[in-house]
């Protein structure tokens, strides 16, 4: 992962002050790209431990089209929660009562998700994200971009067409309720020789937070994607828009640049699995990961 720490390192040493959207300012550099060869070893971060069950399962969510944050957080994962539950808030008109990451926020949260949770009514109405990722990769206007890509993938393999799309400008401003856009916003297939690879184009990356977990994310999609089409593994190509570091992660970030990355950890899929639609999480196996202590941070909404 020194690909990983070479874009955190330049992002400190070239990086321009810009305000965002949330408020809390970054440090921000403009194309970079990563790559990855998928056959020495899963990319999964080791300078801080990364919880692979969220990543699994928000993958797994993605494919199966889903927009409600129910199936993770019955699955114990808390990533997405953030956003549905200001927009219940603001909508409520409690956000003044509960002032962002105070304590009385965050335990307001934890009633929140059990709601989502348990209470299906009121996870159709508050637990939802608008037309985000799983809708677009699942129902573009119509059109099941992932179905379609592994068809062509298998007949027609030189394509250079083989393209899933999640920025579907008509959506754009009906996403509120997630807070913002697509930001891992299109993804290429490419076969050459037997081997499958992808390159994601990320047109905005918080690169401390959630860069580790796009990574990990696409290349296991792209392992999934070469079992069920017959090829190996290939290379993992992240490209870049707008990479940043909020200025509220710096010192985290000097922290992890101090670390020396470890053995990359490797994937072991169930060999039985055929269809890109019917991966369970225990068809999917994290073998020998061993990471330095997580670093927390907080997340700008």
């Known amino acids: 992962m020194r690909q990983y720490h070479a874009l955190l390192q330049h992002i400190l040493d070239t990086g321009v002050r810009k305000n965002d959207r949330t408020g809390t300012g970054t440090i921000s550099v403009f194309g970079y790209q990563m790559r990855f060869d998928l056959e020495e070893g899963f990319p999964l971060l080791t300078t801080k431990k990364l919880h692979f069950k969220s990543i699994l399962h928000e993958l797994l969510w993605f494919l199966r089209g889903d927009t ?19 927009h219940w808030l603001q909508a409520n008109g409690l956000d003044e009562k509960y002032p962002k990451y105070s304590p009385a926020w965050k335990e307001q949260m934890k009633a929140f998700v059990e709601r989502v949770k348990e209470e299906e ?26 179905a379609g890509v592994v068809e062509q993938i298998r007949r027609n393999p030189d394509s250079r067409r083989l393209i899933v799309s999640a920025w579907n400008p008509k959506d754009i401003p009906v996403m509120v309720k997630s807070g913002l856009p697509p930001c891992h916003a299109l993804f290429q297939f490419y076969v050459a020789e037997g081997r499958l690879s992808c390159q994601l184009y990320q047109r905005s990356a918080d690169v401390f937070l959630g860069v580790p977990f796009n990574i990990a994310s696409y290349a296991l999609l792209n392992l999934m994607v070469a079992q069920v089409c017959g090829l190996k593994p290939g290379t993992f190509v992240h490209t870049f828009g707008d990479a940043h570091l909020y200025v509220n992660h710096l010192d985290q970030t000097r922290l992890q640049l101090s670390r020396a990355p470890r053995p990359l950890p490797q994937i072991k899929l169930n060999q039985k699995v055929n269809d890109l639609f019917g991966f369970q999480p225990e068809d999917i196996a994290l073998e020998g990961y061993d990471p330095w202590p997580h670093i927390p941070a907080a997340v700008s909404v």
């Not at 019955?74 to 997405?80: D, F, P």
């Not at 996870?123 to 971009?145: H, I, K």
Request: charged letters at 15%; zero cysteines; a negative charge.
């Open 68 to 86: 409600n944050i129910r199936y993770l957080v019955q699955n114990g994962v808390n990533i997405w929660n953030d956003w549905p539950y200001q």
């Open 121 to 146: 009514a009121f996870a159709s109405e508050w637990g939802g994200l608008g037309p985000v990722y799983g809708q677009q990769w699942r129902n573009f206007e119509g059109v099941d971009q992932m």
